[in-house]
């Protein structure tokens, strides 16, 4: 068998410069999508991105679990969420940052890059907080005998108490982790090439502590209503675990994500392989 017909059965994953191209190809096809159905794919990744958080949850309040392993695990778990955006189609905005290869490459306007963004942003906030409905309905807060809830209140307050600026420096350290999982998928020829795309990266930051903006409209509101209904476990303190406390983290969390995702990573890959023309 020759070495065509081998790659034409198991062809190659795509090289960086042809990831690049595909970047700007996604981003144009993005940049250029009605608003309406941005916007509707929006709310699915809101969804999707919570329901990682969801499966995180439930395997946090697993007291048995050593440190190392839970946020592992938990990281993990987290990582089907991405998976579902990369493969079943949804609009996010921490990985459509990866669309200024695009705007750098004079694909798109400054003015059309942004109403992407901003109509993403809306969806993705709107679909996370239908979550948050959905599971205080279904009394998910109850779960491993109200463990959970106890969970939601303690990673939501320690994502409120975080100060300004170092929830600035993990965001950007999370979308650069996050965008190369996007980037990778470019590359990927079958579904479990996007899973491994998803699951690698994604399962590093989360393990790391790092804060992404969409996860956080999810956790922090959800914290919140648990904290509200009594579910705060003893010894953590929910003093920061409010509006103001959501608003600082996810200002920061916004603007490092942006500064990971479409300066650091994606303006690298732009500078490597497109500056020069």
């Given amino acids: 068998m020759t070495n065509k017909e081998i790659a034409a059965i198991r062809p190659d994953a795509l090289t960086g410069a042809q990831i690049e191209a595909k970047a700007e190809a996604v981003g144009e096809g993005k940049a250029t999508m009605p608003a309406f ?4 794919l929006a709310i699915l990744a809101g969804l999707f991105i919570g329901a990682g958080g969801m499966f995180m949850l439930l395997v946090k309040s697993d007291a048995s679990l050593g440190f190392a392993a839970s946020s592992v695990l938990g990281g993990f778990a987290f990582s089907f969420g991405l998976f579902f955006v990369l493969t079943a189609g949804a609009e996010l905005f921490t ?31 709107v679909g996370s907080l239908l979550l948050v409905g959905l599971l205080w309905l279904a009394n998910y807060a109850g779960m491993n005998g109200g463990a959970v809830g106890a969970t939601m209140v303690s990673v939501a307050a320690a ?8 929830a600035f420096g993990r965001a950007i350290m999370c979308n650069v982790l996050v965008c190369l999982a996007v980037w990778m998928s470019f590359a990927a020829r079958t579904v479990v090439d996007k899973f491994l795309c998803a699951a690698l990266p994604v399962t590093m930051f989360v393990a790391c502590g790092f ?12 914290g919140i209503l648990a904290s509200a209904a009594g579910a705060a476990p003893e010894g953590v303190d929910v003093s920061a675990l409010g509006l103001s406390g959501m608003l600082s983290n996810l ?3 916004t603007l490092g994500n942006m500064v990971g995702g479409a300066l650091l990573l994606g303006g690298m890959y732009w500078l490597a392989y497109k500056r020069g023309e």
Wanted: charged share 10%; glycine share 10%; hydrophobic share 55%.
């Fill in 95 to 125: 990985g459509n940052n990866l669309m200024a290869l695009g705007f750098l490459s004079g694909k798109y306007s400054l003015g059309a890059l942004l109403r992407s963004w901003l109509v993403v942003y809306a969806g993705n906030l």
């Fill in 251 to 253: 200002s920061a969390a």
């Fill in 211 to 222: 804060e992404h903006c969409v996860a956080n409209m999810f956790f922090i509101p959800l």
């Fill in 159 to 166: 994502k409120c108490a975080l100060p300004w600026g170092v």
């Fill in 37 to 40: 159905r941005s916007f509707v």
